[in-house]
């Protein structure tokens, strides 16, 4: 894959490294890391300019993260909550309420979270899905995302033109970072829903008693 991207980026330019970190928005896999590196490499030696590989960066990260914040909006809470009415929330032991709350947490703490998310690899794709679900403000949900984004990307473009021909070992150590990044969360993850399934577990037990 990493040869692909090189070669896209080689051939188009601008336009291919916006396209590749819009395409890396929406499927996480493909490492900005090395689109964004190499990206401040190719800076040294060819005519693209460094803050034209930003700004083309950006313009292709928040393309991504609008069409995921579309696919939110097709899933509102409300659809949602339907579903857990049914089979489905009884499997899961959720209930309507939980969606309330989650919907009701990211109203108030989404600007903050869609910003700093920005940063942290997968999420900071994914977290568009909540954002058009709970309906964030078209204006606020591109504010905050292209503040991030353009921080994300700037740090990652300036670190490509330092590190020159060894920006490989930028691109490395960015992607220990994402994956120490992802077991953590993954972790976390775990661990709350074992709280939450035991917590309500013992409820639901306490009701029928």
Request: proline share 3%.
């Given at each position: ?116 998310c920005r ?34 990307n700037t ?47 013992a409820k ?6």
């Open positions: 894959m990493q040869e692909w991207i090189i070669q896209t980026m080689n051939q188009f330019g601008y336009i291919g490294i916006m396209l590749l970190i819009a395409i890396e928005n929406i499927f996480p896999p493909i490492p900005s890391e090395v689109i964004l590196t190499f990206g401040g490499f190719l800076t040294t030696y060819t005519e693209m300019k460094v803050w034209g590989v930003i700004i083309a960066a950006t313009i292709g990260a928040v393309i991504g993260a609008l069409v995921l914040y579309g696919v939110g909006r097709f899933f509102p809470p409300e659809r949602i909550e339907g579903w857990l009415d049914g089979r489905l929330g009884q499997i899961l032991h959720f209930k309507r309420e939980d969606v309330e709350r989650a919907a009701q947490w990211f109203t108030n703490k989404g600007k903050i979270t869609v910003f700093v940063f942290v690899p997968i999420i900071r794709s994914l977290i568009s899905i909540p954002a058009g679900m709970t309906k964030m403000s078209m204006g606020v949900f591109l504010l905050y995302t292209t503040a991030g984004t353009f921080l994300w740090v990652l473009v300036h670190l490509g033109v330092f590190a020159g021909e060894s920006w490989e070992r930028i691109a490395d150590y960015v992607d220990v970072y994402a994956h120490a990044t992802l077991i953590v969360l993954i972790i976390v993850f775990v661990i709350g829903a074992i709280v939450f399934y035991k917590t309500r577990i639901k037990n306490k009701e029928e008693v």
